[in-house]
């Protein structure tokens, strides 16, 4: 049980360009689900708080307009990374809520050209 | 908000050694304490945790100790191996919003 999965695991695009991730909990329902930066060598950074039904709530100095979060489902959030810039390649994980633990998904490798 | 540190951020081993990775934490609402291993370019995995509760729990050679007075807790393991060699992130959060902050991490390498 516990299972995150994240779609796509790796992409590159041109800078300016927009691009989205999914995180689905396969076997289960997660209300709340995260997401997470990290750089080479770096620890995780927490970027936003995903609700299902609501708005997400960003961490300080994370932009809400360039890191658009939807949790439209209790299955499915949805990061996209808008107008990306070089400076915005990274790892980015999500991860679910379920029975006071946190489980992570894959991860997405982003390269911005 | 949780400030977690943790140290040392590097630890080699001999194989069959012990590891201990110490982590505090800032935030006395905290109660939920768990220990992830990250092998490189994977996710975090889940290998144990511990809650306010509790002062030890133990799963086979992986235990973790909890001094709420103190704000501290660590993770050992004991006779390694050489795959346990990966990075370790300790995380606290509490009940209210379950948002983890992490250590920065403790590169183990366990020599064979």
């Known amino acids: 049980g516990a299972v995150v999965s994240q779609h796509p695991s790796r992409v590159i695009c041109k800078s300016g360009t927009s691009v989205k991730i999914e995180c689905r909990s396969l076997?289960?329902?997660?209300?709340?689900m995260f997401w997470y930066r990290q750089f080479p060598k770096q620890s995780l950074m927490l970027m936003a708080t995903?609700?299902?039904?609501?708005?997400?709530?960003?961490e300080q100095g994370v932009e809400k307009d360039k890191f658009l979060i939807n949790h439209a489902s209790l299955t499915l959030s949805t990061l996209t990374v808008t107008s990306a810039h070089p400076e915005d390649s990274s790892f980015y994980i999500c991860?679910?809520?379920?029975?006071?633990?946190?489980?992570f998904g894959p991860g997405t490798r982003l390269t911005v050209l | 908000g949780e400030n977690v540190e943790q140290h040392p951020s590097t630890l080699s081993v001999q194989e069959g050694d012990s590891a201990v990775i110490k982590c505090t934490y800032s935030?006395?609402?905290?109660?939920?304490f768990p220990w992830y291993k990250q092998e490189l370019g994977k996710r975090p995995q889940l290998i144990i945790d511990?809650?306010?509760?509790?002062g030890e729990k133990k799963d086979q050679r992986i235990a973790v100790t909890l001094n709420k007075t103190a704000k501290h807790f660590s993770l050992h393991i004991t006779e390694t191996q050489p795959e346990d060699s990966a990075v370790y992130f300790c995380?606290?959060?509490?009940?209210?919003?379950?948002?983890?902050?992490f250590g920065a991490g403790t590169t183990v390498t366990v020599r064979a």
């Open positions: 991860s679910a809520s379920a029975w006071g633990a946190q489980f």
């Open positions: 076997d289960f329902q997660a209300t709340t």
């Open positions: 995903s609700n299902e039904g609501s708005k997400a709530t960003y």
């Open positions: 935030d006395s609402a905290s109660n939920y």
């Open positions: 511990i809650r306010s509760n509790v």
């Open positions: 995380a606290a959060s509490s009940s209210n919003d379950y948002k983890l902050s």
